[in-house]
């Protein structure tokens, strides 16, 4: 028999190494990008969900709309002593809209530990109608499922000083493995492009072939929405990369830092309707909005004392990007400072809406379902990748 010689096809040097390090990445953190896609994946519609489930909490009856709401801090004791919880409430969540029941937040958390459960000590939520005082339901969040599956996303259930780092560095060498897979699949001539945008298995019988492009074609088409993913998921993990977004969009590297101002009426009595001033006046500033929040604790989330009463205003439900800030007088309920969205500069527009960007809400209903498929798509990459690796080792291990 003659031998034949076939004469492979030059590989340039970007295709090579590009597979290279797509196959060491890919081999090294798959596990991790497999585990962090499938946990987004699922928290996607957590709203959608949670809304659902909770919808006998959420609103109140029909019969109760008419009355006048109890006070803030009446309905804030009633919770008290109801669950007989040492831990003070942090906050009162309160819709526009009139039929939605007041939302009470208790959140606790400890430097200590080493998981996500050993750190955060309570996180309730306690829906509550706010004309009868009565407690229509309390959701423990420290347990709820999607709670817990953001904090494997965020940082695999570890300590939340390091545990964004083990899921930060692997997605840092995912938009390598991004990259460098569309530098793999960019086809040489226009005849090559006709088989990578979609299946062409008329022929095609072998599951290896059938599994290559899957891995090809899908990734192809979810590699530009999970790139946007995964810069807004690190943009969370590192202040570097918070920094960077910030100096790009503004041409200072730190966001302009919220200046307390001193409470003019320190030395008065405290007004024991403060809060439900607040909420009148917050309520007649931004009449169009979804909903605000008053921290009812006087503590910021580091635990420090507030030297003012603030709110924060959300424009539309389920999103954060449009927030609004308002700061009262602790004391009086006096209106000190009034920030809108709108005049908030380009960085700090980015700063809020980063989230509902990563995870895809900022572009409503449709960009959700978009991300949920990118989130699949990526969760099935490192799966349908490995079957690509091991069928070929398979392969040569034969040969030899």
């Not at 006048?68 to 309160?94: F, G, M």
Request: aromatic content about 14%; overall charge positive.
């Amino acid at each position: 028999m003659k031998n034949k010689r076939h004469h492979k096809k030059k590989v340039s040097p970007t295709k090579k190494w590009s597979a290279k390090l797509h196959l060491w990445f890919g081999l090294s953190v798959g596990i991790i990008v497999f585990i962090v896609s499938l946990s987004g994946t699922l928290y996607v519609f957590k709203d959608e969900v949670q809304n659902s489930l909770r919808k006998e909490a959420i609103y109140v009856k029909e019969e109760d709309l008419g009355k006048k709401p109890l006070a803030i801090n009446i309905l804030r004791e009633k919770v008290s002593l109801e669950l007989n919880d040492k831990s003070p409430i942090n906050s009162v969540e309160i819709s526009l809209d009139k039929g939605k029941s007041y939302r009470f937040l208790y959140y606790e958390k400890s430097k200590k530990g080493w998981n996500y459960f050993q750190q955060v000590l309570i996180n309730k939520q306690v829906y509550v109608n706010q004309y009868t005082g009565q407690i229509l339901a309390v959701y423990d969040e420290k347990y709820d499922v999607f709670n817990i599956l953001k904090y494997i996303h965020w940082g695999l259930l570890l300590n939340s000083e390091w545990g964004p780092y083990t899921v930060g560095i692997p997605t840092v060498l995912f938009i390598v493995m991004l990259i460098t897979g569309i530098i793999l699949w960019w086809p040489k001539n226009k005849n090559a492009r006709k088989g990578r945008f979609w299946f062409n298995w008329e022929n095609v019988k072998n599951w290896k072939r059938k599994n290559y492009d899957i891995h090809n074609v899908l990734g192809f088409y979810a590699s530009f929405i999970a790139l946007i993913m995964s810069v807004t998921g690190i943009y969370f993990a590192y202040p570097y990369v918070k920094n960077t977004f910030t100096f790009a969009l503004s041409g200072s590297w730190e966001l302009p830092k919220e200046k307390e101002k001193k409470s003019p009426d320190s030395l008065m009595v405290k007004n024991e309707a403060v809060f439900d001033l607040a909420a009148a006046q917050t309520e007649k500033l931004y009449a169009k909005s979804s909903s605000f929040r008053i921290t009812l604790n006087g503590k910021n989330k580091k635990g420090k004392e507030l030297k003012n009463l603030p709110v924060t205003i959300y424009g539309q439900e389920g999103r954060f990007s449009e927030r609004n800030l308002l700061s009262f007088d602790k004391y009086s309920g006096k209106l000190l400072a009034n920030k809108p969205h709108q005049k908030l500069s380009t960085a700090e527009k980015y700063a809020n809406a980063n989230y509902d960007v990563h995870t895809g809400s900022y572009f409503g209903l449709f960009g959700k379902i978009i991300w949920f498929i990118a989130g699949l798509i990526c969760t099935s990459l490192p799966v349908t990748g490995f079957l690509i690796w091991w069928g070929k080792r398979k392969k040569q291990g034969k040969k030899i």
